[in-house]
């Protein structure tokens, strides 16, 4: 499953001796409702929205001809003609006639779209990928035009599936909307006048630079254009030709175009070990599936289950497995029973890894990912890697909207506080070096209360030793078995403001 950027389980039959909630877990897996097969459910649902509305894309096109010159002519702008060109997206095949290559290629998921767009361009190539990857032998091309990004499942994974189309001279382009128009356009979508999208990702600037640079591209420069999508006689030419391009208003314009040069790949070694730390409580349903899952890392990988006082037979569940998995180094440690930052710290202390990883029982957070934060932390791109679910869409109610807000509200002031920016801090994927353990567990007194998730003793701890960190984004999804911890809500967020506000006298006020 390239595409997704994750190891395809193998064939997952729960022993005869696993509980409901185990065989739960893997029915949902099986039904593409949890883990990769979801996002591959996904994957092949934004293939199908599309074959379905492919036969009046032309039309649209034709009839929405001033938007798209706007975006025409930059693209003529950036793009020298006479030059090779990959168009990732075959949604608006135009922009691969607008640039006027000396060869074209445009590739999609979409087979009609495929059909549709060599039917009106016959003079260049257009073909169905899988998963991103260029066969048969083309050689590199001198722009990479990726028009599809906010439609892609995992926009890492293709991103490192285009490099082979590359040569070192190569400038990508990304093309997307201006997340602020994300309102604008749900609505002109819902009454009918806008071709419809399925689920989008609505990166950010910000969000597309750092997947970048974790991809080996350097953004080197980002144009916007079309403040007014419709054509209104003299009026459009204004707001278009002038107040479209003046300092700050320009943000608001409706697509952005970023700019990106590949740059020599920095490749993690392999010869560090690896110790993932697995806080559980009440979580008998979901041992199983996270020991199948969870990959072989580095050098060495070492699972450490802590469970914190279960009452579910959720240490047998591991004890059981152990006996299931001897070729495998699971642990089992007892927590403390009084919250999940002791209990982490309980496998941090016992954890022998270089790099130490913390991965929630729920797998709500997709194990399979995990090898993105060691090629991440072990290439040197970072020191601290914290993951981040808001970046790719949540299916269902992966997280109730009063804790988005609130999530979101509680990341922008430890962003404030210390300089660093840090899109989601709750979220229980988190990984450092083990030698910086110690020095970060000795600085949790500095921080005006005692933090029962853990999750800003090891933020804050890590920016006041001036580690970079480095936000990795992870796609978040409805857990299956068992039931959420984060209860109390108006009481965490009391002790996370008293957090914020002392952080904030630390770093700002000294």
Known sequence: MAELGVRESSNFAVPPLASAEARAVTEAMAAGQFGPSALKRRAAEVRAHYDRLCAGRS?????????????????RFIVEPGKRVLLVGCLTPDFLEAVRPSAGLGIDCSAQHVEAAHERFPHWQFRRHDDYRIGGGDEAFDYVIITDVNDQVDPIATLRALRSAMHKETRVIIENYNHLWEPIIHAAEYFGLKYSR???????????????????????????????????????????????????????????????????PRLAPRDYSVSIVVPCRNEVGN????????????????????????????????????????????????????????????????????????????????????????????????????????????????????????????????????????????????????????????????????????????????????????????HYQERVSGVTKMTGRFRNGLIMLRMCRAAFLKFRLY
């Open 287 to 474: 041992v199983a599936a996270a020991v199948e899952r969870i990959p072989d890392i580095g050098s060495h990988t070492e699972i450490i289950f802590c469970d914190d006082k279960s009452t579910d037979g959720t240490a047998d569940e591991v004890r059981r497995l152990q006996r299931l998995h001897p070729e495998r180094d699971i642990k089992l440690y007892e927590g403390p029973g009084i919250c999940k930052a002791l209990n982490v710290r309980a496998g941090f202390d016992r954890a022998g890894g270089d790099i130490l990883m913390i991965l929630d029982a729920d797998l709500t957070t997709m194990p399979e990912e995990l090898h993105y934060f060691y090629e991440v932390i072990a290439s040197g791109r970072a020191e601290f890697v914290n993951g981040t679910r808001f970046i790719f869409p949540m299916e269902g109610v992966a997280m109730a909207p009063l804790n988005v807000i609130g999530n979101r509200f509680f990341s922008w002031l430890v962003s404030t506080a210390i300089g660093q920016h840090v899109s989601d801090t709750l979220c229980g994927t988190k990984v450092l070096w083990r030698r910086h353990w110690p020095a970060i567990l000795a600085l949790t007194s500095l921080w005006g209360t005692n933090d029962r998730w853990g999750d800003y003793d090891l933020l804050f701890g890590a920016a006041k030793l001036h580690l970079r960190i480095v936000d990795l984004p992870v």
């Open 198 to 264: 399925p689920l989008q990702n609505w990166l950010t600037i910000d969000d597309l630079r750092n997947i970048l640079e974790l991809c080996d591209f350097e953004p080197l420069q980002v144009h916007r254009t079309v403040l007014l999508p419709k054509k209104i006689p003299l009026l459009s030419r204004l707001i278009n030709g002038f107040f479209a391009r003046l300092p700050g208003i320009r943000r608001l314009n409706m697509v952005n175009l970023i700019v990106a040069r590949p740059v020599a």
């Open 59 to 75: 039309a649209y096109i034709a009839a929405h001809a001033y938007y798209y010159e706007q975006i025409n002519r930059l693209l």
